[in-house]
């Protein structure tokens, strides 16, 4: 079965740096989303990328599925507090309804 | 507004009880989900319906039980051969395939 890898587990940045976030798949993504999670609530969708080499923006968030799809980066730039939380990838295998998630990065911002 | 309502927010449940979790959208989705999600874990798949009347086992459904009579609706039932219920329960709702799912604010389901 597929399985969805997220490195790092935690990160804690300083206010204003830059930083990324990876999802690694056990094989080829036929749909790769990212979502944001505040402590104790809902997710919230952030982006969905399909194509390979495919980059989307959304604010200072900007995610990239590599050319193989089998691997997504999250890059966030200059850090602020509002970006806190828990950052998580999910995936589709073979493009079906079943949803596979990555265990979740816990962003903290230090102001 | 449109959106995904669950309820309630806290659930406590005794042992050898079930209880039901309540999951609404009015987003006019065809689509529904339930996760769990453990601390330290992502979401694991509990189950998901495609069109009322109809749904699908996931990932970790034994002592899990739901149903699909409205599209608005889709409830989850913690039955008692659940033996490790504690979690965080999350809906969720899509247009048409896995796509963009769209999460209710969650339960959290505690063993007294």
């Known amino acids: 079965s597929q399985e969805l890898e997220q490195s790092p587990q935690s990160l804690i940045v300083q206010e204003g740096k830059n930083l990324t976030i990876n999802c690694t798949s056990s094989k080829t993504l036929y749909g790769l989303y990212w979502y944001k999670q505040k402590y104790g609530e809902g997710l919230i969708f952030l982006m969905m990328?399909?194509?390979?080499?495919e980059e989307k923006s959304h604010e200072k968030i900007t995610a990239k599925l590599d050319e193989k799809k089998q691997q997504s980066s999250l890059h966030i730039t200059a850090s602020q507090p509002s970006h806190a939380g828990i950052y998580l990838c999910g995936a589709a295998p073979t493009g079906g309804f079943k949803t596979i998630f990555g265990a979740g990065t816990r962003l903290f911002v230090k102001a | 507004d449109g959106g995904i309502t669950q309820s309630p927010k806290y659930l406590f449940r005794k042992e050898g009880q079930n209880v039901t979790l309540s999951c609404e959208q009015n987003?006019?989705?065809?689509?529904m989900y339930w996760y769990r999600q453990d601390p330290g874990q992502g979401l694991r798949l509990i189950y998901y319906?495609?069109?009322?009347?109809?749904?699908q086992k996931g990932d970790i459904a034994e002592g899990y039980s739901v149903s699909r009579e409205k599209k608005e609706s889709f409830p989850l039932t913690v039955t008692s051969a659940q033996k490790n219920p504690t979690a965080f329960y999350l809906c969720a709702s899509s247009s048409t395939g896995p796509g963009t799912q769209y999460f209710g604010p969650g339960t959290r389901l505690l063993v007294l």
């Open positions: 987003l006019n989705h065809d689509a």
């Open positions: 319906s495609q069109i009322v009347n109809d749904f």
């Open positions: 990328l399909q194509k390979g080499g």
